[in-house]
C-alpha cells in the first residue's frame, strides 16, 4: 500500500496513514467491496498483496474523479443560491447522480468552503435518498437532526452519529422540508459569527524556527486527531515563485517578510486560488518533504490570503 502510494515504508508517518493508506482502504469500501481492503492487509502472498495494492490504487483514482465531479456540481449549486440570496445556515444538497460512497467526503470539503453545517444527499432507491452530514463547532449535529425528528416525525426514516457527522435516510419528497427544518433547526444553535470561519493558530515562527529538526519533531509528536490537532503556524511572506503541480495544486517558494531563507510551500486543490499581490498571510503546517532522496522543510499551506 505505502509503494502504491509513493511511500517509503520506513519512513511512514502518522499524515502517511490516513492521508495516503487510509485512502486507498476506503476507496474499496466507498466503490465496491470492503473485503479488497481486509484481504490486501492480511495475505501473506506478497505479489497478491501487490496485485490488491495495485486495484486499491486504481479504486482510489477513481474516487478522487467521482469526488471532484460531484464537488464541482456542489460548488455551481452553491453559486446559483448565493445569486438568489443568501446561503442557509444549514446547507442541504441533493444530486441524481451523486454516489453515496463519497457524499460524506464531499460535505466535508463544502463545510470546509463555506463554514457552515452541510448535508450532502444521493439516491438510495427509487424512494429514498441517503444524506452524509459535516459540522461546525457549536453544532452537535446528531443532537440536531434528533431536534428535528422530534419536531418533524414524519420526515426522517432513521439517523445516527455524533457531534461533528451523521448519516441520514429520507423520502425523496421530502428532501426540501427536511432542508429547510434543517436549517431551521441550525438557526437556533449558530448565528452569523459562528459561520465565519476561524483558524486557531500556534503563532508565528522565527526564521531561526524554519528548521528540519522542528519539522521532524512536529511529525513524530502525534497521532494528532479530535482535541488534539497538528500545531498550525502563521505568517506573513513574500511570493518568489508559484505554479501550479499535479493539476491541482499550488506550488509556492515563500520567503518570510521578517527575513531569512526561501521556503518550499505547497497549497493543496488550490489551483485556482487568486493571489493579486507579491505578499501573503498564510496558515501552514511545519512539514518536512522528502525527493529524490533529499529530505527539506516544508510548509504545508492551509489558508492563504493576499496583504497587498
Known amino acids: 500500500l505505502a509503494e502504491a502510494g509513493g511511500r517509503d515504508v520506513a519512513r511512514l508517518s502518522t499524515t502517511d496513514l490516513g492521508f495516503i493508506l487510509a485512502p486507498r482502504l476506503n476507496a474499496a469500501g466507498r466503490l465496491t467491496d470492503m473485503s479488497l481492503g481486509i484481504e490486501c492487509l492480511l495475505t501473506d502472498d506478497v505479489s497478491r498483496a501487490q496485485e490488491l495494492a495495485r486495484t486499491l490504487d486504481q479504486l482510489n483514482r477513481e474516487r478522487r474523479e467521482i469526488e471532484r465531479d460531484m464537488r464541482e456540481q456542489a460548488t455551481a ?7 438568489e440570496s443568501d446561503l442557509p445556515r444549514g446547507l442541504c444538497l ?4 451523486w454516489h453515496q460512497g463519497v457524499i460524506g467526503i464531499v460535505a466535508a470539503r463544502v463545510r470546509e468552503r463555506i463554514h457552515r453545517p452541510v448535508i450532502a444527499f444521493a439516491p438510495a432507491n427509487e424512494n429514498e435518498i441517503k444524506g452524509s452530514a459535516r459540522s461546525v463547532p457549536g453544532l452537535h449535529v446528531r443532537d440536531a437532526l ?3 425528528a422530534t419536531r418533524h416525525p414524519h420526515l426522517l426514516r432513521k439517523f445516527g452519529g455524533h457531534a461533528m457527522a451523521a448519516g441520514l435516510t429520507l423520502e425523496r419528497r421530502h428532501f426540501q ?7 431551521e433547526e441550525v438557526s437556533r444553535w449558530l448565528s452569523e459569527d459562528d459561520l465565519r470561519g476561524t483558524i486557531m493558530s500556534d503563532g508565528e ?3 531561526a524556527d524554519f528548521t528540519l529538526d522542528l519539522a521532524e519533531i512536529l511529525r513524530t509528536s502525534g497521532p494528532w486527531g479530535s482535541a488534539f490537532p497538528e500545531p498550525i503556524f502563521d505568517g506573513v511572506f513574500d511570493i518568489l515563485d508559484r505554479r501550479i503541480v499535479g493539476e491541482k495544486h499550488l506550488k509556492l517558494m515563500l520567503r518570510p517578510s521578517a527575513g531569512g531563507r526561501a521556503l518550499s510551500a505547497i497549497a493543496f486543490d488550490a489551483a485556482g486560488m487568486q493571489l493579486d499581490g507579491a505578499r501573503v498571510q498564510a496558515a501552514f503546517k511545519l512539514d518536512v518533504n522528502e525527493y529524490q532522496g533529499q529530505r527539506s522543510v516544508q510548509l504545508v499551506v492551509e489558508h492563504l490570503e493576499t496583504t497587498e
Open 94 to 97: 441533493f444530486d441524481e447522480s
Open 77 to 83: 449549486a452553491i453559486a446559483a443560491m448565493q445569486l
Open 177 to 183: 422540508d427536511f432542508s429547510l427544518a434543517f436549517d
Open 146 to 148: 434528533d431536534a428535528v
Open 205 to 207: 515562527l522565527t526564521p
